[in-house]
């Protein structure tokens, strides 16, 4: 990519001017992954690394005392001791930069906020005794195989699955109905009390009850029991459940609390530990994806979502689910919806299938009105309506979906005295309506047009909505889909993520008690616990060992099945940057009687290409088995838009753009035990454009009699390396300071902004001494005073942040990234004299090398003047 930064230098005032976009108004130095300030996790090293090691107990001890001898402020908030795992503490300190200069001090990493999460879509249905029921056993378990493996007699018994979330609500009567040793809810901790948002204190205590819903719906996807009216039922419903909450009833969590609540559950013996969590940022290395990923190598199965941002496009999944070893869940859609059915009378017309998974609540026959007889309509009710308008209390009243949200369509009839409306669909698919106040329900487009057909013909047309015992379970337009609201990888550094896909999208499942007991929500967080749950049957059948945990990432890829882009026929399959290895197969994961040894090859980009992979297949049965094995190519998406430096948006295009794979042998026989070793050779896609960054996908699939596993690979067709006036003084009096707008096209390993000479020329090779190698992942903020950074000569630096991820569309969210220097200082907080400077902007392309200055996008400021009073 020619440039991977867009930068602007704004007057504060001006900016809403110069860039209309950005919300200029309360900028302060924020980076786009929302980080505490002052606030760091400091990771050390065992005693025998540092010097005079004899005078402490532990490396900590040491630290703080380092600290204290250079007379900088610091608190220490938490402690992490989990030897083989992770050693340190979160602290806050004025200075940071010293923490670099600490002997013992092994890595340290900026503190990340996660938002709570949010389900994609919500609708709550009525409690149990609701006349309603799904008449099929659970259409989920079925798509999965996991209804096979229950028909065995597995359901999860004596397996440990500690759910990281916003708590549960145990005394929901499907969980068991109570907290403690011998129930479904074994025990669990509540690590930051109600009140808790992410920046204030928290307030620790035993009870993990669920005051926001989302823990508890996760948790009736692994754990509730069957039996019920309406058949919900958790995938390893004997499992054993910790609860581990880590929000607040409202606002985010943070980096530190889940590394807690990971090494807790570590501690309590867990199992499983599933995360329903994360921010989009498309880095490996995030503090809490770090320690998810140690305690999978570790042989413990750690399973978090791979995030809700499909629409914002490629290289965009979530951590800690892209910690290298955790497994990061993608989402496949329901293959049914609940619906009712009303009944039409005065025309010939069969029941309409209605979105709602209770009756609504509407005695007798009613008659219908529609406010406009085109059915094109795309704002329908979206004004307030025309004076002319009759009393619509009586009526049904049909409005067509679109433009404006249901509640405002609904406010607006509801002005004029309607007290009931089915809205029909405009193509935008199946979802709940739920309209506080109202009774209204989602139809089809072609049952809306009939009835607004017949409204405007005069016909005698009545709906009526009788109680009904049957939920009719509704064939979903897009099930067994990837849900389009499911995050696309890879990572920035092009580790395989998302791993595999579950059912994510319209799930049916529990809610607290007060909240209604039942709902249908979508998102990676219904899929995550999914897998969590088969991971759990797993465990029982083929024992709790670390190499089983290890080993079940693969199972689960190499048995998935491919997730076509279309229901078409010859769809081509989605791109694996979405699927992963494909939708999960609870069954064959468990009890195939083939294995592979890898799951997933990762060719990576151009510049870094692996073309040459080998894996083995190994026949456990007792007969002899003959495979073959063949390439199966999926869509190769164009990552970056065209003509521009920036992603691409969601749904990501992909195109038929298959890579060569010569395959050795393909085509063997395998005696009971005998494995073989295979060899893939692959050569790139021929004739993509490179400056869309095709990332291109498929499978290498072996096929035994009646079996079928396959390999996942992933590779991009281009380098991510490649990827990447006049005089003004400032007062720094009220808003007459320089503000620094940018935005990261892709994600950078690394930025760094530097006071500059004015007259300074920037160019690669300058003859200066190179950075040394620190050693840490994270050297945020590193001990560089002054002197060269990268072989450029700079007076000092002013900000520095690591692992970026890019910016998305919406400017109120992640838009921009903003640094404002409403005071004259370096990043060491000394103030810098006035004069005349220029700034200098570079940010680490990807996967450069952070002491050769060709390797960052570079950017120099006019000259800026700094003139204080
Ligand atoms: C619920 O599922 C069971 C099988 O577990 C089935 O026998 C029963 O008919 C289902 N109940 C309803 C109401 O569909
Ligand atoms: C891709 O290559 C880069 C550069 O060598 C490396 O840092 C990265 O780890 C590689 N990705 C994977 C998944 O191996
Ligand atoms: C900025 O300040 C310098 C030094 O005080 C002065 O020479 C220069 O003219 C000023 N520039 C502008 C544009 O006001
Ligand atoms: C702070 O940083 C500046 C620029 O690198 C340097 O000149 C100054 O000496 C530093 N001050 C302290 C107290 O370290």
């Known amino acids: 990519m020619k440039s991977f930064v867009y930068f602007a230098l704004v007057h504060s005032l001006l900016g809403a001017s110069v860039l209309a976009a950005v919300p200029l108004s309360s900028v302060k130095r924020v980076s786009n992954v929302p980080t505490i300030p002052n606030k760091f996790i400091v990771e050390v090293d065992t005693l025998a690394a540092i010097p005079n090691k004899r005078a402490y107990a532990r490396t900590l001890d040491a630290v703080y005392d380092s600290i204290k001898a250079r007379a900088v402020e610091f608190d220490v908030n938490k402690e992490f001791e989990s030897q083989g795992l992770f050693v340190g503490a979160s602290v806050t300190i004025s200075d940071a930069e010293t923490l670099d200069t600490i002997p013992g001090v092994k890595a340290i990493y ?105 823990g508890t719906h996760v948790a009736g996807i692994i ?27 409202d606002g985010s969590t943070t980096d530190e609390i889940i590394i807690e609540s990971l090494l807790k559950g570590v501690a309590d013996g867990q199992d499983i530990l599933t995360l329903s969590l994360g921010g989009a940022d498309g880095w490996t290395a995030s503090a809490s994806a770090v320690v998810a990923s140690r305690i999978a190598r570790n042989g413990k199965t750690v399973t978090i979502a791979a995030g809700n941002d499909g629409s914002s496009g490629a290289w965009y999944t979530s951590s800690p689910g892209n910690g290298i070893d955790a497994i990061s869940v993608a989402s496949v859609e329901n293959t049914v919806l609940s619906v009712q059915e009303a009944i039409v009378s005065g025309v010939d017309h069969p029941p309409i299938p209605y979105f709602s998974f209770r009756t609504l609540p509407i005695e007798g026959e009613l008659p219908i009105y529609a406010l406009t007889q085109d059915t094109t309509i795309p704002n329908d009710a979206c004004a307030p309506l025309p004076d002319d308008t009759p009393d619509l209390s009586p009526y049904l009243v049909i409005v067509r979906r679109g433009t404006c949200t249901f509640v405002q369509k609904m406010e607006n009839i509801k002005a004029k005295g309607a007290k009931q409306a089915l809205v029909y669909d405009n193509g935008g698919g199946a979802t709940g309506v739920s309209v506080p ?184 049965d007792r007969k002899s088995k003959a495979y073959t094995l063949t390439h199966v190519a999926a869509g190769t998406t164009l990552s970056v838009r065209e003509n521009s430096i920036f992603a691409s948006l969601g749904p990501v295009p992909q195109v038929s753009a298959p890579a060569g794979v010569t395959i050795t042998p393909s085509r063997f026989t395998l005696r009971p035990g005998e494995s073989r070793l295979v060899t893939a050779l692959f050569t790139p896609p021929r004739g993509v ?83 040394p190698d620190f050693g840490h992942l994270f050297t945020f903020p590193h001990s560089i005073n002054g002197g060269s950074f990268s072989r450029v000569k700079t007076i000092g630096p002013l900000v520095e942040r690591t692992f970026l991820s890019r910016n998305n569309e919406n400017p109120d969210d992640n838009g921009f990234n903003t640094i404002a220097f409403d005071s004259p200082k370096f990043a060491n907080g000394s103030t810098i004299a006035n004069g005349a400077y220029r700034f200098l902007f570079r940010a680490l392309k990807v996967t450069g090398d952070r002491r050769k200055q060709e390797d960052y996008e570079t950017w120099l400021s006019p000259i800026v003047g700094v003139q204080q009073a």
């Open 110 to 214: 900026p503190v990340t906020l996660f938002k709570k999460p949010q389900p994609v879509s919500k609708h709550i249905v009525s409690g149990p005794d609701d006349p309603a029921a799904i008449p099929s056993i659970f259409s989920t378990h079925v798509a999965t195989g996991v209804d096979k493996v229950h028909a065995r007699g597995f359901f999860g018994k004596g397996i440990k699955i500690g759910i990281i979330d916003t708590g549960i609500d145990y005394t929901h009567p499907l969980l068991g109905g109570g907290i403690g040793p011998g129930k479904k809810v074994i025990g669990g901790y509540d690590f930051v009390g109600d009140a808790y948002d992410g920046t204030n204190d928290p307030v620790p205590d035993d009870d993990p009850l669920d005051c926001e819903g989302h």
């Open 437 to 620: 106040g109202f009774v209204v329900a989602l139809i089809g487009a072609a049952d809306g047009a009939f009835l607004v057909e017949q409204f405007f013909a005069g016909a005698p047309v009545k709906v009526s909505f009788p109680p009904s015992d049957e939920v009719v379970n509704f064939p979903n337009p897009r099930g067994g889909l990837m849900s389009t609201f499911s995050s696309y990888g890879p990572t920035n550094d092009f580790y395989f993520k998302p791993s595999v896909a579950a059912p994510g999208g319209n799930i049916l499942s529990l809610v607290p008690v007060n909240a209604g007991s039942f709902a249908v929500q979508s998102g990676t967080s219904m899929a995550t616990p999914f897998l969590a749950g088969s991971i759990a049957l797993l465990l029982e059948v083929k024992g709790k060992s670390a190499s089983v945990a290890r080993g079940a990432r693969t199972l689960f890829e190499t048995t998935a099945r491919s997730v076509p882009a279309t229901l078409d026929d010859g769809a081509l399959p989605q791109t694996v940057t979405q699927q992963g290895a494909g939708l999960i197969n609870v069954y064959d994961a468990i009890f195939s009687t083939t294995s592979i040894s890898t799951g997933q090859l990762v060719l990576n980009d151009t510049a870094n290409y692996r073309p040459i992979h080998t894996f083995t297949v190994k026949n456990n």
């Open 689 to 771: 454009d490179a400056s869309r960054y095709p990332v291109y996908s498929g499978f290498i699939q072996v096929s035994g009699p009646g079996e079928n596993y396959h390999v996942t690979y992933l590779g991009l067709a281009a380098s991510l390396k490649n990827k990447q006036a006049n005089p003004t003084n400032y007062t720094f009096v009220g808003e007459d300071f320089p503000t620094f707008v940018y935005r990261l096209a892709f994600g950078s390993p690394l930025i760094r902004l530097d006071l500059v000479e004015p007259g300074i020329k920037v160019e690669a090779g300058l003859n200066k001494r190179g950075l």
């Open 223 to 249: 754990a509730a029991d069957p039996n019920n009216p309406y058949n919900v039922t958790g995938v390893a419903y004997q499992s054993s459940i910790s609860a581990y909450r880590v929000f607040g009833c």
